[in-house]
Structures are given as structure tokens and as C-alpha cells.
């Protein structure tokens, strides 16, 4: 069997940092037999956003829980932003994960009680960083909250939400954003704003984004696409094209 690396683009700086997200052998087994991951290396350099496609039960979040720190490999290792997070115990990936790692998720998990600011500063305060006051601000602007921050989540649209829950995951400045089907509960002008917005992000501030979608359009805002099948990266496509997303997936789905 073979394991494929896949290079995503070269860094945009010269100097040789530490890749965003680095993924070698990553193995995930369940009951000691069933193979859920099997020996995926993946490499993610920064200022890259990484869609993640594949057939249901493919493995698609088992590979983000375990890229995340969320889950631990059964074998192989993750780094983030050049810091290993697999091996570690709960408690030592928890506090890295809360430093290094921001989440997007598709049901935006603000939490309804708190204010918007409330939401966006709720992490650096857990993880007991201090705010930097002129990012969050520069933060708010651009995802273009700056008016809605004594709001509470419920008086907030969809995308609203959902751009908090962006602004939320960069609060503190992580090395990967993971986004699990991020514009899965939104209306197509509205995801395709969040898309927008994530691709800009990407662009103008370096941030790394790898989201999982099952959707081919969605997928062709990323730079990159790899689809996952049976646990193992089967394809990856550079500068990725909907219809052609959307053909391997049905061949993969026929299989
Ligand atoms: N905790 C678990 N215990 C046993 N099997 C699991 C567990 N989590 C996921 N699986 C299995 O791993 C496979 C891949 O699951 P998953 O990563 O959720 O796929 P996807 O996100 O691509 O739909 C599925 O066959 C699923 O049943
Ligand atoms: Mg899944």
C-alpha cells in the first residue's frame, strides 16, 4: 500500500518555517482492527486553505479529530505549526490544541448567552492568553462585525454567526483553523460570502484553513483539495476544479 505525501505549495516566505500542519503515518484504529486511518502523511504549509473531501465514513473527520488534537493516532504523529500534538495525554494536547488550533464548525457553537464580544474573547480567556485588543479589532472590521459586538448570537443571521465563529477561532492568532463543513447550514449567497471570506483570509494574513465539505463548489474556493477514501488520501488536486471534484467522488462512490 502506498502512502502519499502531499506538498501543498511552496511557503510564501523564504524563511524555512515550521510547515502549519504536519501529518506523517497517521494511523487510526478501532477495537485494534478496524482501520479507519491508514498510514496518512500530509503536509499543509501556512497561508494555505486545504479542502478535505470523500464518501461518507471515508475518514474525513477522523482525520481532521486527529490533525485537530482532538483524538490521538493510534500511530504516526501530527505536528502543528512545528509542535507535536499527537503523544502528548489529554492534558498537554488540550492546552496545545487551545493555543495553536482554532475550530469552525457547521452549527457555529457560539454560545448563546454571551455577547458577540463576549463569544470571540471566551478562548483567549480559557487558555488565559492576553487579548491583543488592536487584532481583535482589526478582526472584527474585516469580518465585518465591528457594529454587532453587544449582540447576542440569536439576533445575528446565519452568516453573521458563522463570521463570528470565524472571528472566534483566529482570536488567538492559531497556526490551523479547522472548519467542519462550515457552510453546511447556510444558503448559497450566504456560503458563498463565508467562502469569500475564508479564501481572504487565507490570502491577505497568512492564516492556514483545512475544511472538510462535501461540497465540490465549496471545495474549489480552497487552493488545494485532497479526497479521502477507505482512510487513505486517494487524490489530491492543486487549484481544484468543482466538476472534477464532483466526478471522483461519483467514481469513488460507484466503487
Ligand atoms: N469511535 C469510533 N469507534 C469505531 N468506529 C468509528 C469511530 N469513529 C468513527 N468510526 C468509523 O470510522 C469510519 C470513518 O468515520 P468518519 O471519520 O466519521 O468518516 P467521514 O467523516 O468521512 O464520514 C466509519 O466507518 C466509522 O464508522
Ligand atoms: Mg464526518
Redesign the pocket.
Known sequence: MTTLTAPLGAPRSASARPPALLMREVTKT??GA?T?LDRVSLEVQRGTFLAVM??????????L?CAAGLDDPTSGEVHVGGHRISGLGETKRTLLRRNRIGFVFQSYNLLPSLTVEENLTLPLRQSGAAADRTWLRHLVERVGLADLLDRRPAELSGGQQQRAAIARSLAARPDVVFADEPTGALDLDTAAGVLDLLRELVDEWEQTVVM?THDPAAAARAHAACV?AD?RIDSYLPNPDAAELARRLTALGRR
Open positions: 478501532y477495537d478496524h479507519v470523500g464518501p461518507s465514513g471515508s475518514g474525513k473527520s477522523t482525520l479529530h472538510v479521502v482512510g
